[in-house]
């Protein structure tokens, strides 16, 4: 792999070279999210109706929690699209939502591809096939907790057709809400650095996957130097075409950066899929790699603690997707976690089923 002249893997390149955003005014942002969270919610309505058969013979854990009262959820889920209107229209980041990438033929394709692994899907989670992934991984080298499906999706984080569908699962997922969800951390950091000279920031979007939030923080960002991190080579690929940007391969144990060499790192939804003991070498090494001073974007899922009255969607998480740490992450102290490893939240935000919080090292 090509290294810079600190010796670096080279993972960093300007933004500018990426995709460029759609800016459009913040009523063809509506125009579009509107438009986008109908496609998405009828494929989730479509997805639902190929598995419902199979579904209904999954084994279930009683649920603790009290179904959402009426009216709570499709308010959240409203909400996440009017804060990020209220961000586009105060100038924090560009509109794009996918415009450049996307082509109606494209995302016919995308959709029906989807929903003909939906049914794979559902096969394995009725016969809690949560380890075939490991045929897929060429490597000793991924850890063993990497080495599963999470969500049950085929090929687990290590085939092409993976990371190409894996947008779209959330997307359908999320009723094309993903976006919205995850661009929280966005807004907390582009709010922080509002005022600040963007030419020489460098920022690592940790556990990029295939590298939505790592083209977000390239039409935000467009003179900064921008690089993705992953362990999945086939995400990687996916990330790099997404995005535009420099990607290295690498565990967020081991990040291939040296001590305070970063002014931003971002990580998105990394942290649910990871076992506890793990947790707190991961956010040790997102802390050495900053610049004192150096913020750390972080997004993953709403802890009960923060909305009880969804705990019972939050509860249903793990049942029907594949997530064997979840639960341990719900009992996560987060601001402690991180307070251990020298990181302090200066500021939080919410939307939907995400938490976003901004940490700085001191």
Request: net charge positive; aromatic share 10%; proline share 6%.
């Amino acid at each position: 792999m090509d290294q810079d002249q600190a010796g670096e893997p080279r993972a960093f390149s300007k933004a500018s070279d990426g995709p460029k955003a759609f800016q459009g005014d913040v009523r063809t942002y509506r125009a579009l999210s509107t438009v986008k969270a109908a496609w998405w919610s009828a494929n989730k309505a479509l997805g639902r109706a190929v598995t419902r058969r199979d579904e209904g013979e999954v084994e279930v854990p009683a649920f603790t929690a009290p179904p959402p009262p009426s009216g709570v959820v499709r308010e959240a889920w409203l909400e996440a699209f009017r804060k990020e209107a209220r961000d586009v229209a105060a100038g924090l980041y560009p509109v794009d939502e996918g415009a450049a990438d996307d082509h109606p033929l494209r995302a016919v394709r995308r959709a029906a591809d989807v929903l003909a692994d939906a049914r794979r899907v559902s096969a394995r989670r009725k016969r809690g096939g949560a380890t075939e992934a490991r045929e897929h991984a060429d490597s000793p080298a991924y850890p063993t907790y990497y080495r599963q499906n999470f969500h049950f999706q085929s090929g687990g984080w290590f085939t092409a057709d993976s990371a190409r569908r894996y947008e779209a699962q959330v997307e359908s997922l999320f009723s094309g809400a993903a976006g919205p969800m995850r661009r929280r951390a966005l807004a907390l950091l582009a709010r922080a650095w509002r005022e600040r000279d963007q030419r020489g920031l460098r920022i690592a979007d940790v556990a990029c996957g295939s590298g939505a939030f790592l083209r977000d923080l390239t039409t935000a960002f467009p003179r900064a130097e921008i690089g993705g991190v992953d362990l999945s080579h086939a995400y990687l690929c996916e990330a790099r075409r997404r995005a535009g940007t420099g990607v290295i391969q690498a565990s967020a144990e081991r990040l291939p950066f040296a001590d305070a060499s970063l002014d931003a790192v971002t990580c998105i939804y990394l942290f649910h899929e990871l076992p506890p003991k793990v947790r707190p070498r991961v956010a040790a090494e997102l802390a050495r790699v900053l610049k004192p001073g150096g913020l750390l974007a972080f997004a993953d899922s709403l802890q009960t603690v923060d909305e009880p009255r969804v705990g019972r969607l939050i509860e249903a998480f793990p049942a029907f997707f594949h997530e064997p740490y979840y639960a341990s992450y719900q009992t996560t102290d987060l601001d402690a976690l991180f307070g251990k490893a020298g990181l302090e939240a200066v500021d939080r935000d919410a939307a939907f089923l995400t938490k976003a919080v901004l940490f700085r090292r001191g």
